[in-house]
T-cell receptor, first 115, second 116 residues
C-alpha cells in the first residue's frame, strides 16, 4: 500500500501566492523527499529532509517534517506559472531496512498557478 | 547529476505482446530502479536492478511478467510481457546518486504505454 498521502489532491492559486502541500505517511522513516512531475513524465527531485531534521530550505521551497505526527509540508513561496506541476512526497521505510532508492510515493498534489 | 535516456517515450501495443523499455545513463551507477505509474496514481516500485545479479522485485511484481536486464553499470531494460490493458501505465527508470551530504533519485522521462 502507499506510504505517503498528499493533501490537497489539487490546489489552484494565483501567481505570487504561496502554495502549501501536506504529506502524511505511515511507517518510521530515514528520510522524506519531495518530487515534482510535469505533464505525467519524469520526476525531478526537489528536496530531501532527514528524520532528525525539522525544517529545510531550498530557494523558494520550505519543507517541514514532524515525525511525531508522521507528516511533512512543502511550501512554495511567491509561486509562478512555471510551478504548475504535480508534487509528490516519497519516503523510505525504516522498518523494512530500506535501501535508498526504494521509495514509496503518495498520489501527489496537482498544483495549478494562474498568471 | 545524471542524465537518463529512456526509450521508447511512448508506444501503443496489442494485447498479448511484449515491449522492452531501455534505460541508458550517462555515468556508471550501482543501483537502478524501475517504477510504474498507473493513470492518476502515484509511482510504485517494480524492482531494483543490480548489475551482475538478478533483479529484486517488490511484492506484487514477478520476473516472468517484468523481466529485467542489467548488463552493465550504465544500462538496463524492463520488459512488460504478455501485455493486457491493465498494464497501460507510465514506466520510469531511475538511478540513485549518493553524494557526501545528499542522496538523490534521478528519473528518466518515462515510457507511456497503452495496451489495446
Amino acid at each position: 500500500s502507499q506510504q505517503g498521502e498528499e493533501d490537497p489532491q489539487a490546489l489552484s492559486i494565483q501567481e505570487g501566492e504561496n502554495a502549501t502541500m501536506n504529506c502524511s505517511y505511515k511507517t518510521s522513516i530515514n528520510n522524506l523527499q519531495w518530487y515534482r512531475q510535469n505533464s505525467g513524465r519524469g520526476l525531478v527531485h526537489l528536496i530531501l529532509i532527514r528524520s532528525n531534521e525539522r525544517e529545510k530550505h531550498s530557494g523558494r521551497l520550505r519543507v517541514t517534517l514532524d515525525t511525531s505526527k508522521k507528516s511533512s509540508s512543502l511550501l512554495i513561496t511567491a509561486s509562478r506559472a512555471a510551478d504548475t506541476a504535480s508534487y509528490f512526497c516519497a519516503t523510505d521505510n525504516y522498518d523494512r531496512g530500506s535501501t535508498l532508492g526504494r521509495l514509496y510515493f503518495g498520489r501527489g498534489t496537482q498544483l495549478t498557478v494562474w498568471p | 547529476s545524471a542524465v537518463i535516456s529512456q526509450k521508447p517515450s511512448r508506444d501503443i501495443c496489442q494485447r498479448g505482446t511484449s515491449l522492452t523499455i531501455q534505460c541508458q545513463v550517462d555515468s556508471q551507477v550501482t543501483m537502478m530502479f524501475w517504477y510504474r505509474q498507473q493513470p492518476g496514481q502515484s509511482l510504485t516500485l517494480i524492482a531494483t536492478a543490480n548489475q551482475g545479479s538478478e533483479a529484486t522485485y517488490e511484492s506484487g511484481f514477478v520476473i516472468d511478467k517484468f523481466p529485467i536486464s542489467r548488463p552493465n553499470l550504465t544500462f538496463s531494460t524492463l520488459t512488460v510481457s504478455n501485455m493486457s490493458p491493465e498494464d497501460s501505465s507510465i514506466y520510469l527508470c531511475s538511478v540513485l546518486k549518493v553524494g557526501l551530504t545528499n542522496e538523490k533519485l534521478f528519473f528518466g522521462s518515462g515510457t507511456q504505454l497503452s495496451v489495446l
